[in-house]
């Protein structure tokens, strides 16, 4: 058994820290995928909440696009700090490109999404679930080539 020692602030030393946690997951695939669930969980508590809020006062698009904005700024830190364990580069230049990223995806689902409504007649929460369930091998290239890439420039 291997043992792993962290210590913390405190001076305590303690055989299980956050990196044997997070060397417990394998790879940042593994934690990539744990991330896409979550953000799928979030977006999709968010958009249902959304739409039960305000019925059908509201366009289901804008729905999507407030729900989409608000996950992404609830998951950047897990992406940036577990899956792809970025440190020294800015925040916010890392944000920005995290960002990017999602517009291009909500570009895409904004596209989708009424297509899947308006044509084919699934309910929105089922568009959107398609459109979710197309977007992480895609956005996972991206974020590792691109937004998490070390020394990137924007």
Partial sequence: MVEVESRSA???????????LLSAFGSHRITYLMGSAMTAAVHCALLGLGLLAAGDSVPYLFLVVVSHCVTVAIVYPWYRLVVFRVSGDS?????????????????TSAAGIPILVEFAGLPIMVAQGVMIVLSP??????????TFRHGGRL
């Fill in 137 to 146: 091998p895609l956005s996972y290239l991206v974020h590792r080539t691109w």
């Fill in 91 to 107: 925040w916010l230049r890392g944000y920005t490109r995290f960002y990017a990223v999602g517009l291009s995806f909500l570009g």
């Fill in 10 to 20: 405190g001076g305590d030393n303690s055989h299980f820290g956050w990196r044997a």
